[in-house]
């Protein structure tokens, strides 16, 4: 065994030793390779990078949630008289519409309403634009938003509309930087909040979400729905002037989620300037079911049971972010597929020009195989030779093209700004395909070598 490698190892050595002679014919040889790998390389990175984009989003946008979404009417569409008496009533989303969710689909794992809008936090003579955020606990484990510090609303604070709230980790920056934030105070739209906990930060992008409910987490202030039902907006009151009496009643009276909310009324200016078209208490609710599976059927069971409760109008928009991000996710998988298979066309590339100069050198080299054949080598030695040139130049090929795949995965990411993450597995894969590349094409040249007649090969000139 010893003998057969040291064999076959003084044929790998006249290899390297016909590389090393012809420096700049080998490095033109695996410059196909080179690129080849490292276009491999960067693609498969980009597709890692996105898939896990997708799934950080996908954790953000929470497992198993449908958001409902008003549709708000359009101020400057134009109705007439008799379709303005025709329209029918409707109220909007509201928090009735969740309690009679939570308590009709035993489906529902989690369901939290959701009021927010833009206005100033301030301390200390500071000031930085934020959104306020009015939910219930459940909101925090439906987006699977963990805590740095502090904790979360408990029920006495929730029921009664305490002012206190939850910080996200840009606000903590701006206005807590150097001291604990917990028990501190933070104004915001005139109003004190005490800070009960804060969010700890992510870094996931969630571009083009927005609109269907997702929010940047960071720069957010969480309080109990209903403190932002009593001490901010709420629509439903402010609209009762557009309603019958009969009606206001029914909205208001008795017990239940929305009665006995009439005691104050503070409204920011932001949220009152829209009251004409804006209709809902709510912006959005957000359900999450038990179940992947139970997420078509239970969106077909709240479309029905919406539009019912809201007599017959469609004033809502029920998404199911998942089934978006993982359409988004099928699309991009494609597109690296497609990436993934132009890059290997490279590879491809490579190994013909591997082969086209090893038939090449063979022609070049056909007295060295008839003069070593003449001295006892055989055909397996100079397979072995010429096969083993073929796989040192497609591997050093790949070595070098792995350094630049890792170079433009980073170059990608800076410069483009796309999520790239480089794996074990892909350089492992490109390096791996190099090196059947060089065995691949390698072996005819080799194969043709070694079939030579070493007395015509002797007499070539």
Request: positive net charge; contains cysteine.
């Amino acid at each position: 065994m010893f003998k057969f490698i040291l064999r076959y190892f003084h044929d790998i050595e006249i290899a390297v030793e016909s590389i090393v002679s012809n420096k700049l014919k080998s490095m033109l040889t695996a410059l196909g390779i080179i690129f080849g790998v490292a276009a491999v390389i960067a693609m498969l990175a980009i597709g890692k990078g996105a898939k896990q984009e997708i799934m950080e989003q996908m954790k953000m946008v929470g497992v198993n949630n449908i958001l409902i979404n008003p549709v708000i009417p359009d101020k400057s569409s134009s109705t007439s008289e008799g379709e303005k008496q025709q329209k029918k009533f409707s109220r909007g989303l509201n928090l009735l519409d969740v309690e009679a969710i939570k308590q009709t689909l035993p489906s529902v794992k989690r369901i939290s309403p959701e009021i927010s809008f833009n206005s100033t936090a301030m301390l200390n003579g500071s000031k930085y634009t934020a959104k306020l955020v009015g939910v219930s606990n459940d909101y925090f484990y439906l987006y699977n938003l963990p805590l740095v510090g502090g904790a979360f609303f408990n029920s006495f604070q929730e029921e009664n509309g305490i002012q206190v709230c939850i910080i996200g980790a840009n606000i903590r920056a701006k206005f807590f930087s150097k001291i604990d934030p917990l028990g501190q105070y933070i104004k915001f739209n005139g109003i004190w909040l005490k800070v009960i906990g804060v969010l700890q930060k992510t870094n996931v992008s969630l571009t083009g979400f927005e609109e269907k409910g997702v929010n940047v987490y960071n720069d957010n202030i969480y309080i109990p729905i209903q403190t932002m039902l009593l001490r901010y907006q709420n629509r439903a009151l402010l609209n009762t002037k557009l309603v019958s009496e009969a009606t206001s009643m029914q909205f208001f009276g008795g017990g239940g989620p929305g009665g006995g909310m009439a005691r104050v009324v503070v409204s920011s200016s932001d949220a009152s300037s829209d009251t004409e078209t804006n209709y809902n208490q709510l912006d959005r609710i957000v359900v999450q079911v038990t179940e992947t599976e139970q997420l078509q059927p239970t969106t077909e069971i709240l479309s029905r049971m919406l539009t019912r409760r809201h007599t017959g109008v469609k004033d809502f928009e029920i998404t199911v972010p998942e089934l978006l991000l993982k359409q988004q996710q099928r699309t991009k998988d494609i597109f690296n597929i497609v990436l993934g298979a132009i890059a290997s066309i490279s590879l491809i590339v490579g190994g013909i020009g591997i082969m086209n100069i090893m038939f090449a050198s063979v022609m070049e080299r056909i007295k060295e195989i008839g003069t070593r054949m003449a001295i006892g080598a055989k055909k397996m030695d100079i397979v072995v030779q010429f096969l083993s040139e073929a796989v040192l130049i497609s591997v050093s090929g790949g070595f070098i093209g792995v350094f630049f795949g890792v170079i433009m995965a980073k170059l990608i990411q800076q410069i483009a700004g796309i999520m790239t993450i480089v794996s074990f597995f892909s350089v492992f894969i490109a390096f791996g395909v190099s090196a059947a590349v060089g065995v691949i094409f390698g072996y005819s040249p080799a194969k043709r070598a070694s079939e030579k007649d070493p007395i015509e090969s002797l007499r070539y000139e």
